[in-house]
């Protein structure tokens, strides 16, 4: 059976996203990244500003914020911190999303969101330190930080918002299917790799 | 620059050792998983009965006799216990193996003795558990103990093996360049996807 949903986390840099781009223009899936944010703007009520504060990079278990932003709005989410409107948003609408099917969706913990379908393939893509900053200062630039730390940072970032709402730990090889590491196989080879996995996966092989 | 050698972690039931096997032969590859062992015997001057002893499965942690087996033989090892001649053996063999080329090593922490070399791809293969529940039972049969035990106990065993001459976790994603779940991809796709991987892989992409 086809695999109908495609999760992909990455690490920051590894080139997890074009990828992912690359796998949806292949098998003719919708992509989304960003697109689920704005589904959440959308279906949520909450404003942009809230949305993006508290996506993925989100900073909030270090904020003054996340322990005072407690809301008594009017969009059934009464009582609740900001932080878990938004990751409960973000999750009606990834499964929202998977229902339609026919879709590639990075981050924003998606595998364990999905976790009990079995349409879905869920993906790792990693690479070696070297290979990110390369890739991180052709695509964003250098700034003052050094390249490592901005790379620590950033996949710190995502480990910490991952395991806020998953209890799971994030890049634990039990919560995928296929891990690529990127740096060695190529960018290319990733995505042609993924889309053969998911043409020919089978649902559950005995 | 094709990957002259594979190394393969498995855990047990996955079908790690099968499809280590199946890339062997359709690369034209040595194979090499318990034939370590024999080399070891050959090279080390060791007993077959220490070198199985102290091979991947040794439960010395827990054995009073790993803190007693100190030797003073005359085989270079003086004043070592056997376990740590065994796995110096080990590695000094898996070397010799890699330098020959074209290869294909299961287990015994080859990917941690072989992580200096750029024309090594390190392979995780993991598994769901009922998948490897049929596995283990349709090759090994039931025994007493509960299969699930069986495979967990098994694991257990591997993760010490390697922890305990790495100083590295079994089965950490930073430690392979491609991991895949056979129950969800399939025995022969995860073979082919392998020879896929090593005929194409680069040495460094940037």
């Known amino acids: 059976m086809q695999k109908k ?6 690490e920051f840099g590894s080139g997890g996203k074009t990828i992912g781009k690359t796998v949806a223009e292949k098998l003719g899936y919708k992509f989304y990244d960003a697109e689920v ?3 959440v703007v959308k279906e949520s009520g909450l404003s942009r500003e809230i949305v993006e504060r508290y996506d993925e990079y ?3 278990k270090n904020s003054l914020l996340y322990t005072i932003a407690i809301t008594a709005g009017s969009n059934g989410y009464n009582g609740m911190s900001f932080a878990s409107q938004v990751q409960i948003a973000q999750a009606n609408v990834i499964k929202e999303i ?3 099917g026919n879709c590639v969706i990075i981050g924003r ?9 079995e349409d879905c393939l869920h993906v790792f893509i990693r690479a070696d330190m070297d290979f990110r900053a390369n890739r991180v200062v052709s695509i964003y630039g250098e700034t003052d930080k050094k390249i490592e730390d901005r790379i620590k940072d950033k996949d710190a970032k995502r480990r910490v918002y991952y395991r806020s709402f998953t209890m799971r730990e994030w890049g634990d090889i039990a919560n995928y299917d296929l891990m690529l590491n990127s740096a060695q196989i190529g960018i290319d080879k990733c995505a042609d790799i993924i889309c053969d996995v998911v ?5 559950k092989e005995k």
């Open 5 to 10: 949903i495609v999760t992909i986390s990455r």
């Open 37 to 39: 944010m704005d589904k």
């Open 58 to 60: 989100a900073t909030y």
């Open 98 to 100: 998977a229902e339609e």
């Open 109 to 117: 913990g998606a595998d364990y969101i999905l976790r009990d379908r």
């Open 199 to 203: 043409r020919s996966a089978k649902s």
